[in-house]
């Protein structure tokens, strides 16, 4: 079977990005896919956060709606704690911060370090309402994941590591991405629905048919 490659447009604190992830990994062997992750942060600060929301309590009471939606539908509901994000002391956050994470992950181990930080950081905030914006809770999700506290630091806090976020941000506005996940197929520039993982397959395999 012919491969495809497929940007993966997300951002951390998705919920439906969350659907997603378990979906492609399940499907990446069956369909030979070569999945290149694209940090596309929709609100990259507090201000930013304000601007789209409005207060911190808006904010959490509409996306924590947004994740009871996202819930039903998922093949892991029992990993989506609302409740926990609900009373959580802290703002929701932002994207930013682990968004460098995925992409100091990935200047350090490839695209599989990348989404493994992914997975591992959207855990921390849909089933351990941690913090993901707290630079400390990164750090700790790259020490479960294995890497050398040290060094991931570095690569961390190097100016690089965010000029790669926002590339991939620009990159996701010279393709008319607007939300997050979004699916393209770089063969024939198709993008997946987000759907069940029945659907994604059956597009994947009328993809295969074009590119045959």
């Known amino acids: 079977m012919t491969g495809l ?3 993966f447009f997300h951002d ?3 919920c439906w990005c969350f659907n997603i992830s378990s979906r492609l990994r399940s499907l990446t062997e069956e369909f030979d896919l070569d999945i290149r992750h694209r940090s596309f942060v929709l ?3 507090r201000a930013e956060m304000a601007a789209r929301w409005g207060s911190p309590e808006d904010a959490r009471k509409t ?3 947004h994740w009871a939606v ?7 509901p029992g990993l989506v704690d609302i409740d926990a994000m609900r009373a959580a002391s802290f703002d929701y956050p932002h994207g930013m911060t682990a968004a460098q994470g995925c992409k100091a992950a990935e200047r350090i181990g490839g695209q599989s370090a990348h ?3 992914f997975d591992r950081l959207q855990h921390a905030h849909l089933a351990e309402a941690r913090n993901i914006a707290d630079p400390k809770v990164v750090r700790l999700a790259a020490r479960d994941l294995g890497f050398e506290a ?10 690089g590591t965010r000029r790669a976020v926002e590339a991939d941000r620009q990159h996701a506005r010279a393709l008319q991405v607007r939300s997050v996940p979004t699916l393209i197929v770089r063969e ?4 997946l629905v987000n759907g069940p993982r029945e659907d994604l397959a059956a597009q994947l395999r009328a993809v295969l048919r074009l590119v045959a």
């Open 12 to 14: 951390v604190v998705c």
């Open 150 to 159: 040290s060094a991931f630091a570095d690569i961390f806090d190097d100016p």
């Open 188 to 191: 024939t520039g198709a993008r």
């Open 5 to 7: 490659t497929i940007d």
């Open 70 to 76: 996202c819930r039903r539908v998922s093949d892991q």
């Open 63 to 65: 996306i924590l709606e």
């Open 115 to 117: 989404w493994d930080m």
């Open 43 to 45: 609100q990259a600060s």
